[in-house]
């Protein structure tokens, strides 16, 4: 038999084109995932070598206590009137269990309900529309650099404030203008000593919780989405170091705000100034706004707090 021989068919430019076209995209697409895989790398290796202690120093693990009330050599209740004037806010703090406890198991309750409530000891004889619970360290437990986090479940509902805070237990800069606490020149003037919000909700249902650091000259923040804040704990913590402080949701990074100047009204972090730790849940006022009644009750849970020492340089 003859066999007939086929011609190889010729190639045109534009499948040529059209093949490295191909290739040239798979190399892209390829590269593209290895620069990704580095940085990821790159970012888990600065995270495993961040200036912290690995295992926490100082530990409250609220849902493994067998208590149902929280130690008072730790936590303070803060149940002082004037503390709800100063954003507006519609809710009395008190010590009662309704607002305020341990559920083994759980964790730390801190329960927002709508009822009237004056406080025995204010001068002004308020009345208030809502009860709520807010605790402290501000005598027991305090630091100027480390990594404070807490494992939160939030409320739901229009109009609740919770927030994981700090504020400063010595007062530093503000004591030496203002030694008997009696003129000071305006709402801001506390800042000079700072104020660092490691988590606060606006009741907003999208989810986007917030941290800032508020200083004297200016609030710095940023917003991250945690859709599930409901539903599930989630850990959220702040960084504090001699030149920056980060903010993470479940040791994942959203924010880092830098040292830009030796000010302590633009930077109040330093080693003489010493933070305290404050958990609590406001309704309405500047931050909740309109509170919407039919949520009630609301529950802040907490899980457990801990804090890991700076072992870090400190360049001051």
Known sequence: MNQIKQKPKKVTKKQQFFTFSVVVLISLIVTGLALCA??????????????????????????????????????????????????????????????????????????????????????????????????????????????????????????????????????????????????????????????????????????????????????????VTVSDYAEKFHTYAVEIEPTKVTWTVDDKPYFTYSKTSKNTDEWPIGSDNQFYIILNLAMGGTGGGEIDDTAAPWQMVVKNVKFYDYVGHNPY
């Open 38 to 223: 580095m940085f990821a790398i790159n970012q888990q290796a600065e995270r495993n070598n961040a200036p912290f202690t690995e295992q926490p120093m100082w530990v409250q693990d609220f849902s493994s206590s067998k208590n149902t009330s929280i130690d008072p050599t730790v936590w303070r209740y803060s149940t002082n009137p004037n503390i709800p004037g100063y954003n507006n806010e519609k809710q009395a703090y008190t010590s009662n269990a309704q607002n305020i406890r341990i559920e083994p198991n759980t964790g730390l309750i801190i329960e927002a309900h709508k009822g009237k409530y004056r406080y025995p000891n204010d001068p002004q004889s308020r009345m208030f529309e809502y009860t709520s619970g807010r605790i402290d360290t501000q005598h027991s437990f305090n630091f100027s650099y480390g990594k404070v986090e807490a494992t939160i479940m939030l409320p739901k509902g229009r109009g609740v404030w919770p927030a994981f805070w700090l504020l400063s237990a010595n007062e530093p800069y503000t004591s030496k203008l203002d030694s008997d606490n009696t003129t000071r020149p305006d709402e801001r003037f506390y800042m000079k000593d700072g104020e660092i919000d490691i988590m606060e909700y606006y009741g907003d249902p999208g989810g986007h919780v917030e941290g800032t650091l508020h200083t004297y000259a200016r609030s710095h923040e940023n917003r």
